[in-house]
């Protein structure tokens, strides 16, 4: 207790700057943590395994992201309402409860294990918005949340390079291997989570700049539905789309690069993901310089809409064989996460410092992230029982070319929905004190 008091007294004399690097990188150790309980039973193949003729490891991932979807509808009352003193046992406790449900899904025979993927994807599901609620309200948050947002890159890159490793070199069966790949992480996590929790609050100056952030009512949380529902109809529906292409490239890199020629090259995962977290935490940063809530809201749109281009444009090159297949994860990888991002933090981050409502972020990008995880669900299932005799690069390879062009239609309307809406609010506004 001693040592916990002396240091938040310690931190409150830091310099605004230090907080902000303080606060990014333990909230990207915490979610960097989080993804060895998620991620790492991608890396493994299940080879010859299958269950009601459907291969045994889209079960897994299928039965995951189900969970993952489940939380994040639950989240939208759950994260939006969460006080602050609970958030960091909370986050321990939502790890602890998706790494036991691994222990389960280890000792259980196939195929009943199934379920287990499913218990630990709904715990884990909810991490994102209780450690993102540390750094939402501040002049810094592009900065934080960008670091954040590389996390899940880089440590999916990593976590899953760590869990080949333990299998390749450890000899862990597969199933034994998610479980073992967290143990790795736990102690890192419980840290992590120590220190963020320790972060001071905005301080005044945050406030006039971002907005104050609450826990919202019911009635706090229909308002805001139906002051945006337009646009947040548009958007949600182009970063169903996304979630959809980016949760697939996720949890199938390995069938991905094994069909590419790369089955047995564990660092295959991590080589391709340094660069794309370089590049988007370098493009997002930079959205702390710009001072005006309204105009970077405005640029977050023009991110998302060259993300989907260069993702579209990578995928053509590659389908004409002018680059490889390394060249063309990484850049496919780069434009989607570069669309992804925003999603995630700053662009709603933005929008409610725009409007300046009474919101905070974890509420709206809730809503977008189940619809999107429920996007990922349906189009695993079709793929299954549709009849579609594709490859998983065939797939992903049309799926990339109807998702982008969609996504820069719907980003585009967006766009002028929501500056036409900031018009019409300043002009309210004027009139009123007129």
């Given at each position: 207790m001693f040592i916990y008091k002396q240091w938040q007294d310690k931190l409150k004399t830091m310099p605004a700057w230090f907080i902000s690097i303080y606060a990014a990188v333990c909230a990207f150790g915490v979610y960097f943590c989080m993804y060895a309980f998620r991620k790492p039973f991608t890396a493994a193949s299940f080879h010859g395994m299958s269950f009601m003729h459907i291969e045994y490891k889209v079960w897994l991932v299928t039965a995951q992201v189900i969970g993952y979807m489940l939380s994040k509808f639950y989240g939208i009352k759950f994260i939006s309402g969460m006080k602050g003193e609970k958030?960091?046992?909370t986050i321990v406790?939502?790890?602890?409860?998706?790494?036991?449900?691994?222990?389960?899904?280890?000792?259980?025979?196939?195929?009943?294990?199934?379920?287990f993927l499913l218990i630990n994807g709904f715990p884990l599901g909810m991490v994102w918005g209780l450690t993102f609620s540390f750094l939402e309200g501040r002049r810094a948050t592009e900065f934080m949340g960008a670091v954040l947002s590389i996390s899940f890159i880089f440590s999916s890159g990593v976590v899953k390079s760590a869990g080949k490793s333990v299998v390749l070199d450890w000899h862990v069966t597969e199933t034994w291997m998610p479980f073992i790949t967290g143990a790795l992480f736990m102690l890192p996590m419980i840290i992590f989570t120590w220190l963020l929790n320790h972060t001071p609050p905005p301080t005044a100056k945050d406030v006039q700049s971002r907005s104050i952030r609450k826990?919202?009512?019911?009635?706090?949380?229909?308002?805001?539905?139906?002051?945006?529902?337009?646009?947040?109809?548009?958007?949600?529906?182009?970063?169903?789309?996304?979630?959809?292409?980016?949760?697939?490239?996720?949890?199938?890199?390995?069938?991905?690069?094994?069909?590419?020629?790369?089955?047995?090259?564990?660092?295959?995962?991590?080589?391709?993901?340094?660069?794309?977290?370089?590049?988007?935490?370098?493009?997002?940063?930079?959205?702390?310089?710009?001072?005006?809530?309204?105009?970077?809201?405005?640029?977050?749109h023009y991110i998302v809409m060259f993300g989907y281009a260069l993702t579209l444009g990578a995928t053509i090159c590659f389908s004409k064989h002018m680059i490889d297949p390394v060249v063309w994860m990484t850049l496919i990888g780069t434009g989607l996460y570069l669309s992804y991002v925003p999603f995630n933090a700053l662009y709603f981050e933005r929008m409610i410092a725009s409007y300046r409502v009474n919101s905070n972020v974890g509420f709206i990008m809730y809503i977008a992230d189940s619809f999107g995880y429920l996007g990922s669900v349906l189009v695993l299932f079709i793929k299954e029982f549709s009849g579609m005799h594709l490859s998983w690069t065939a797939f992903f390879i049309k799926a990339i070319i109807v998702v982008t062009t969609i996504g820069i239609v719907g980003t585009f309307m967006a766009?002028?929905?929501?500056?036409?809406?900031?018009?019409?609010?300043?002009?309210?506004?004027?009139?009123?004190?007129?």
């Open positions: 958030r960091a046992s406790l939502l790890i602890t409860i998706g790494w036991i449900a691994l222990l389960l899904f280890a000792i259980t025979p196939a195929p009943y294990n199934i379920i826990p919202m009512s019911a009635k706090e949380r229909a308002e805001f539905l139906s002051m945006f529902m337009p646009g947040i109809v548009i958007i949600v529906t182009t970063y169903v789309l996304l979630t959809v292409l980016r949760d697939f490239r996720d949890n199938f890199a390995n069938e991905l690069w094994t069909e590419l020629g790369y089955a047995n090259n564990a660092a295959i995962f991590t080589r391709t993901e340094i660069p794309v977290s370089v590049i988007v935490l370098a493009c997002m940063s930079l959205l702390i310089l710009v001072k005006s809530n309204i105009k970077a809201f405005m640029i977050n766009s002028i929905y929501f500056r036409r809406k900031y018009l019409s609010r300043q002009s309210s506004i004027q009139t009123s004190y007129a």
